[in-house]
């Protein structure tokens, strides 16, 4: 059987890359991800982040490439490359300065999430007790991200500040990675709300194959297709794709900084010990990138059509990215003037 996996797009990696990772990202097939390239740090610390990338796609310009705008996804497949775009689960670059936007959208940093696991200057995440919703300076960014072309990310982001933002945006948003909550009851995994108002706002949902957005290691393939197939069926078969949120080659170390941020000490993730976090084992049908057509098989094997199957694998966000990201020439006239 032919597997529909032409263009297969990752929303959300969160892994060390090197070589092997890019390897591993080819037998699966994967045409392009967004790579997390940054999560607590200030403006300064972001840009040392983007200059490790912009080495990294230097050193490895055979095997990847840094994507600007949707075509370069499919330049990026006709080369045989690897499309990566540049994002951050958070919008603590920006500090308190918002031409920052502008800035980091000309380096390249496509995708940004409103607030990562702590309150913000912008607004709430899903794991604040009190969510008081999108800030005056968050309304601002999120009109700023849609003038200049850059993706309004609510994966982590609270209940409130998330109908907020959908509501203040002109232009479509994403959640790159999360699950329905009535299937997969987490503070990270959104209500019905939130689904139903992405939906009447054109964004997509990356379904999620983090385990603890799902029933852990034992969550089956048969689960996790099954939770696609409903979640197309609530949001429609062109608003659903995949941001995996794989976490692979990543230190101890890196989940501790990860989870605690600069101060928060206390928060339980559902995750198993508060001191002590531990990155989770893996579903056997989903443990590298080279594992992507079992989705796409799985799929296939409860009944829904290849071209469906395209759509959700990678199709969806290909035709937001390349509708979300404005011509790098047409942003760089947005810049604001000196």
């Avoid at 999560?39 to 796609?57: C, D, P, S």
């Avoid at 309150?119 to 309304?139: A, M, P, T």
């Avoid at 993730?269 to 080279?290: C, D, H, M, Q, V």
Wanted: net charge negative.
């Amino acid at each position: 059987m032919k597997q529909p996996n032409e263009i297969i797009i990752d929303a959300l990696e969160l892994s060390n890359w090197d070589r092997e990772f890019v390897h591993l990202l080819q037998k699966g097939g994967v045409t392009c991800v967004h790579a997390c390239c940054g999560l607590w740090e200030n403006a300064r610390e972001t840009l040392h982040n983007i200059g490790q990338w912009h080495r990294f796609f230097q050193e490895n310009d055979d095997l990847i490439m840094q994507v600007f705008q949707g075509s370069d996804i499919l330049k990026a497949k006709q080369e045989g490359k690897i499309g990566v775009i540049l994002g951050t689960q958070n919008t603590s670059a920006l500090e308190d300065e918002l031409s920052f936007v502008s800035v980091f959208n000309q380096l390249g940093l496509k995708v940004m999430q409103l607030t990562y696991n702590n309150q913000n200057l912008i607004g709430s995440s899903c794991y604040e007790e009190r969510d008081s919703g999108l800030s005056r300076y968050g309304k601002l960014v999120v009109q700023e991200m849609n003038r200049v072309g850059m993706v309004v990310d609510l994966s982590h982001v609270g209940e409130q500040t998330s109908l907020d933002a959908i509501a203040v945006s002109e232009r479509p948003v994403a959640i790159t990675h999360a699950n329905p909550n009535w299937i997969y009851p987490t503070k990270r995994n959104k209500s019905p709300e939130v689904l139903r108002a992405l939906k009447d706002n054109g964004g997509v949902l990356g379904l999620c194959a983090y385990p603890h957005l799902l029933n852990g290691k034992d969550t089956t393939l048969e689960e996790f297709c099954s939770m696609i197939i409903r979640t197309v069926d609530f949001m429609g078969i062109d608003q659903v794709g995949l941001g995996t949120d794989l976490t692979l080659n990543m230190s101890t170390d890196f989940l501790h900084w990860m989870r605690m941020g600069r101060w928060t000490h206390d928060v339980d993730y559902g995750a198993g010990s508060k001191e002590n976090p531990s990155w989770p084992e893996w579903p056997s049908w989903f443990r590298t990138p080279k594992d992507f057509p079992n989705i796409a098989k799985g799929l296939m094997e409860q009944g829904m059509t290849g071209e469906d199957v395209s759509k959700v694998m990678g199709g969806n966000w290909l035709r937001f990215f390349t509708e979300g990201f404005k011509d790098k020439k047409e942003a760089e006239k947005c810049a604001y003037p000196m």
